[in-house]
């Protein structure tokens, strides 16, 4: 029994010893590669963490802040049926993929920097791209492809599709130069110098933003433009605020046919009005293009893109612009808010310019966290989008009332 006992307790001792060799072995100093190897782990685990909880490090680490980086996209599919599309309206409409687009927002002390691009159907292209620095709390200065600062912003329309402000220029427009923003709880203040849009290749219509392109007759682009927009906040009590303001702007025309610049100019005054959960937009738009055409080509008319298309728009023309919209916070279990909208819109074309485009939208924006559904009946008379041959162009059928329904499911993340 005692021969036992002395047997077990040695085993005991035995394994003590190798467990403590053991430990010793590992803690031996390893070969030069290996210790690279786990020190090139390490170092991208902390990086990939890093980046992944850069948001939060910044909040905690005053000393050594980290960038803010948020990555973000989004997928859209788009139904639409056109009564001025026979073969549309035979398949009863189409239903397809309509965008995919990626986009990168980055704050870094002072410096920030943004991007978004996208993929569509028939075509990909930049929406904006630029870099900039906070030079006050106050003040901000942009660089790169970026929204002209021009009419209620960020968008003077709720449905999906816009107004005709957007197919003429005047709305959601990105475009290549230098911003100064000044902003505070009474005033937005912004100017900005434009080189050229998005792209210097005026025949690219591959792009998101409509701007002036050529063929071989209308050979007119946009050059070195300016812009000023100025707003007033005004809040009258807690319930209703009201954003006052006017916008001008003016740039050169070249035509790559003559060699010589014409001139354009916009003037705008605008109302952007909240009240409780209700949004009314107001805006009035005076617009003129004098291009230097060569004497075949007709200056009561221009050419605008986008979307791999061309069109035509009268070369002068007043815009009047009337939007109302209502956010329900619904906060249920399948829907979070719904947003129910009527937006107006006209230009009409100065005398012997051309004929009365209008467009009216009827819709409802429905919102599950980043689940969106746009569903909008548009009524188009001598519009482009709806099936018109231009915006503000005379010709036979101008009192025909064209529309389209639209449906549009996006995921954004």
Known sequence: MNILRHRN???FLLLLVSVIDLNYGQ???KPAEQKASDSTKKVRSNFLSDILNSEERAKTDSIHPLPKIRIGGALRLNYSYKNYDQ??????GDFGFELFRL?????YKDIFFSVEYRWYG????IHHGYFGYHLTDRSSIQIGIHQVPFGILPYSSDSFWFNATYYIGFEDDYDTGIK???DTSSWNIQAAFYK?????DSERYGRYSFDLVTDDI??????????LRTIYKWKLNDNLLMKLGGSAEAGKIYNKTTKEKGDRYAFALHNNLFYKNWNLHFQWIDYEYRPRNPDNVSDKTIQFGAFMFPFEVSTKANVYTFNVSNMLHIDGKYLDRMKLYFNYSQVSPKEGYGSDSKQIVIGTTLIKRGLYAYFDYIFGQNMWFSGGPGVGLTHPEDRTWNSRLNINFGYYF
């Open 9 to 11: 307790t040695g085993i």
């Open 27 to 29: 803690n031996i100093e």
């Open 87 to 92: 073969e549309n309206m035979d398949r009863l």
């Open 103 to 107: 986009n990168a927002d980055i704050d």
């Open 122 to 125: 028939n075509f990909n292209a």
């Open 180 to 182: 100064y923003i000044y």
């Open 196 to 200: 050229n849009p998005e792209y210097i």
């Open 218 to 227: 209308q050979t007119n682009q946009e050059i070195n433009q300016l812009n």
